[in-house]
């Protein structure tokens, strides 16, 4: 069964840092590009970093550019996502999704085929 599992989210102030994982089973993620959106209560789903399966090719969106980055340990078959520099506006529910096509990274979220069902971010004082 192929499934994604995200964690490492939680209550952070601003200025903080967490890293989140997303764990893939029932597949090998290396053959997946992966990407990383989150979705604010009443607001829509936004992409906000994705990475091929070899790790050579990553993108951003402007939101987070220069505070979040995407990796990947093909090993441990997870992705990860260190958010530094954190802001209330960044508290969601962070999820990540993978897609068949490995050389792939792109942060529209009807590419993605697989969906993890989400971790927390609270960024608040």
């Known amino acids: 069964q192929l499934q994604l599992v995200e964690s490492g989210g939680g209550l952070v102030q601003p200025g903080g840092s967490l890293r989140l994982s997303c764990a893939a089973s029932?597949?090998?993620?290396?053959?997946?590009?992966l990407g990383w959106f989150r979705q604010a209560p009443g607001k829509e789903r936004e992409g906000i970093s994705c990475?091929?399966?070899?790790?050579?090719?990553?993108n951003y969106a402007d939101s987070v550019k220069g505070r979040f980055t995407v990796s990947r340990d093909n090993a441990k078959n997870t992705v990860y996502l260190q958010m530094n520099n954190l802001k209330p506006e960044d508290t969601a529910d962070y999820y990540c999704?993978?897609?068949?096509?490995?050389?792939?990274?792109?942060?529209?979220?009807?590419?993605?085929?697989?969906w993890g069902r989400g971790t927390q971010v609270t960024v608040s004082s």
């Open positions: 990475i091929t399966g070899s790790g050579r090719n990553t």
């Open positions: 029932g597949f090998t993620l290396n053959n997946y590009g």
């Open positions: 999704a993978a897609l068949p096509l490995s050389r792939l990274c792109s942060i529209t979220s009807s590419r993605y085929n697989f």
